[in-house]
């Protein structure tokens, strides 16, 4: 398995393959890192997917990893949206660039992360018809009542939310043209895995879980191609099963 550490535009990403296996017909899956976390935390999900014949893209998120700016959890968390926002651009980057590098020469390919990786991810399904599958760790389809959730939280915590009124507003409706809850019909019928632990309360159970069951009619035919991982005692950390059923569907629905 060769990572190789690389920039692309102005993302620094790791580049994982097989080299002697690995071809611009070879499936890929580009991976998403959590809040706080970095590309290279995630590697045992690389190394699952690489054996399984995938090229593997996990690059760092903004103010993230090589990217980061000393910012405490206070004004992360603050910033978290922009974040995701500029993940969802930047994952559309690196399609485009695989497409210009000769690395993808197939449809083949799939979006996958976990916690503001997968909440990253879902908001990519929304608006990028070119992702086939997608395995969505500890995610969250409902972007305007988390973003809402968020920022009571913070308040809560006697930190004022730095955005007037009519920010407020243009930010939640940014948010609701990302939010897959809203539009559950851009899910397309493509194949999605849910994992997601019933004892999370940073990235809730519940909204996820409702999400699911609401789109179950659109995929009546052909039921195989979603799926709902529930664990019954995880809180906000995927299990090993839960990586090795993610990695599998994304695998599976690739091939």
């Not at 993230?64 to 922009?82: A, C, M, P, T, V």
């Not at 974040?83 to 497409?99: A, D, F, H, R």
């Not at 939310?161 to 407020?168: A, F, N, Q």
Request: glycine content about 6%; charged content about 25%; aromatic content about 10%.
């Amino acid at each position: 398995m060769k990572v190789d550490q690389e920039t692309w535009g102005n993302i620094p990403l790791l580049h994982i393959y097989n080299e002697e296996t690995i071809n611009a017909e070879s499936p890929v899956v580009i991976f998403l890192h959590g809040f706080e976390s970095a590309k290279e935390h995630n590697l045992h999900y690389a190394y699952q997917l690489v054996n399984k014949g995938i090229r593997v893209l996990m690059p760092d998120a903004l103010l993230h990893g090589n990217r980061e700016e000393n910012l405490d959890s206070i004004q992360l968390s603050l910033r978290f949206w922009e974040i995701v926002l500029t993940s969802i651009e930047e994952v559309n980057y690196l399609y485009k660039q695989l497409k210009e590098r000769g690395l993808l020469a197939t449809d083949k390919i799939g979006v996958s992360g976990t916690s503001m990786g997968a909440i990253v991810t879902m908001g990519c399904l929304k608006v990028y018809p070119w992702i086939k599958t997608a395995a969505v760790m500890m995610g969250a389809p409902a972007y305007v009542e988390l973003a809402k959730a968020q920022m009571a939280e913070i308040e809560e915590k006697g930190f004022k939310i730095p955005l007037s009124e009519k920010e407020l507003d243009k930010m939640l409706t940014t948010l609701s043209y990302f939010d897959m809850s809203k539009h559950p019909e851009t899910m397309a019928g493509r194949s999605v895995l849910f994992w997601h632990g019933k004892k999370d309360h940073m990235v809730p159970f519940a909204p996820a879980y409702a999400f699911y069951e609401s789109i179950q009619q659109d995929y009546a035919e052909h039921t195989d191609d979603i799926t709902f991982i529930v664990d019954k005692k995880a809180g906000h950390k995927v299990s090993r099963s839960g990586m090795l059923a993610g990695t599998k569907w994304l695998a599976d629905h690739l091939a």
